[in-house]
């Protein structure tokens, strides 16, 4: 019987994956059998995440995203046994919430360099032969994108930049037999949600809450679509935005 979800003899690469969805989707990977390659911001991260995953050969890589260069080092180590990446999943983030008068080209740099820069940058380098043989890339974006929070907006301009640019390497990539996609969730129970929460009162939270009208989503949610857009059942949807909001999109 045909499993698309199957993905045994598999390596992906997941970045961001020391928590929320990047750490959801690694062990989602690991439980279907798949070899999961870890970039992770630190060795804590790693030893947290390291034990949850199921199998065998997963490895990590300590990299913060925030600095330029260093991925086709931790390419061509991935690659280094002969057995090529299958798929490439971009959860690092980071939501930057500042109003209007705080907003430079410091900060817009660093949320540009995490969330646009670097993924632009490993797509590139996995769109060489010498990467893959046939692979599936996925970026998570936001459905801030559409509707975005008081001062949210560099955060939403970072994601919109990820929608737009995939539709067109969707494009030059079909030739290279890769596949781009990418997840808009809402309001996921994640580290970078309870952050973005702190400063708000509890009827503000609520009300953003209130908005998904399936609920608060769980990482495991989002983990879930990532290994459909990773799948053989997903081979003709590409240069796509997927929202996986709960329902948000109708507010």
Known sequence: MWN??????????????????????AVRLSEQ?????????????????????????????VKDLSGSGGY???FDDIISDGHKIDGLIH???????????????????ESMTVNLYSFVEMVSILSKKKYHDKASVVGVSSAAVNFPQKCQGLYA?????MNTIITSMAIELADKNIRINTVMPGNV?????????ENKTDCEIKAALN???????????????????????????????IYADGGYINF
């Open 72 to 74: 086709k080092e931790i």
């Open 189 to 197: 129970n994640t580290p970078m949600l309870n952050k973005s929460f």
């Open 91 to 109: 959860c690092a983030g980071i939501a930057k919430i500042l109003p209007i008068n705080l907003l430079n080209k410091t900060n817009m740099d």
């Open 157 to 161: 301009a970072t994601k919109a930049a």
């Open 211 to 241: 908005k998904s009208v399936l609920g608060l989503e769980e990482p495991e949610d989002i983990a879930d679509i990532i290994l459909f857009l990773l799948s053989d059942a997903s081979r003709m949807i590409t240069g796509r935005e």
């Open 33 to 61: 059998g798949a070899e999961v390659c870890l970039i992770v911001l630190n060795n804590e991260q790693a030893g947290e995440v390291m034990p949850c995953l199921s199998g065998n050969g997963h490895r990590f890589y």
């Open 4 to 25: 698309p979800y199957d993905f045994s003899g598999k390596r992906f690469i997941v970045t961001g994956a020391g928590s929320g969805i990047g750490k959801a989707t």
